[in-house]
């Protein structure tokens, strides 16, 4: 995933780890970036893996309802 600073997505990329984060107005560096993930199916993979990883941790239907039930309980 290659998000810019100025449209959100930032909580959900790590940049280099779980995605790419440029500058709006940078179109070279996205260029650079897709460039490279062309060339390199293991830093897409790698990156790709992470994420989904990432997201199974964080945003799991499972860990949201966990979190979710801990609010609950401590507003008792």
Do not use: F, W
């Amino acid at each position: 995933m290659i998000v810019n600073r100025d449209c959100g997505m930032l909580e959900q990329v790590e940049h280099g780890r779980t995605g790419l984060i440029v500058d709006l107005p940078d179109h070279a560096a996205v260029e650079t970036h897709l460039r490279s993930l062309r060339a390199s199916p293991e830093a897409r993979a790698k990156l790709g893996n992470t994420a989904r990883e990432y997201v199974a941790e964080t945003y799991s239907l499972a860990v949201i309802g966990q979190g979710l039930l801990r609010a609950l309980s401590e507003a008792e």
